[in-house]
């Protein structure tokens, strides 16, 4: 099912010099975000920094929100994650799309304007409302967790 976003072009180097973001294929999950810096930039090994995306989205829908998830082959190859591991872009969120550029590798890597360092990806949310208890009914598994049911 396709859903429209709102999406305001901040740069207006994206759909002139550089593609608007898109889907890479027909079943790709992510549309891939680029570097809109005025000048190339070199992350030193351990920095971050935070770069613009030059687009803002308004969700609008608080069923809907979007998470920006690293490139897998420049994470793997060149350590270029995120510093916040994970962006999650709230639905009432109307600000630029920022992506917080982590080299977590031992050599610097360098961004050109418009290289593709990121991917955006629309997830829906199922918001839950609490309910205090003073003791939760038998579920069978109780409190075992971290590793309780063993490796193998
Ligand atoms: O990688 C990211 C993560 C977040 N955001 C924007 C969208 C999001 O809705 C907003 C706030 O993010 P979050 O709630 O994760 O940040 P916070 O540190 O809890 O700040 P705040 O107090 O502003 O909510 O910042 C980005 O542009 N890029």
Same mark, same amino acid.
């Given at each position: ?7 305001r072009?901040?740069?207006?180097r ?52 979007a &998470? ?30 920022? &992506?917080s ?14 290289? =593709? ?23 069978? =598994? ?11």
């Amino acid at each position: 099912m396709n859903r429209e976003v709102e999406f305001r072009l901040l740069d207006a180097r994206l759909g002139r010099d550089f593609p608007l973001p898109d889907y890479a294929t027909a079943q790709s999950a992510g549309m891939d975000l680029r570097a809109m810096v005025d000048q190339s930039l070199e992350l030193a090994p351990g920095e971050a920094q935070l770069v613009p995306s030059g687009l803002a989205i308004h969700l609008g829908d608080p069923a809907m929100c979007a &998470v920006i998830l690293p490139r897998s082959g420049l994470g793997h190859k060149q350590g270029l994650v995120l510093g916040n591991l994970v962006g999650l872009i709230d639905a009432d969120y109307q600000g630029p799309l920022m &992506v917080s550029l982590w080299n977590r590798g031992r050599l610097p890597v360098t961004i050109a304007p418009g290289d =593709r360092i990121a991917q955006l990806v629309f997830l829906p949310v199922v918001r839950a409302v609490l309910r205090q208890v003073d003791a939760f009914a038998e579920s069978g =598994r109780g409190q075992g967790g971290f590793g309780h049911t063993g490796v193998r």
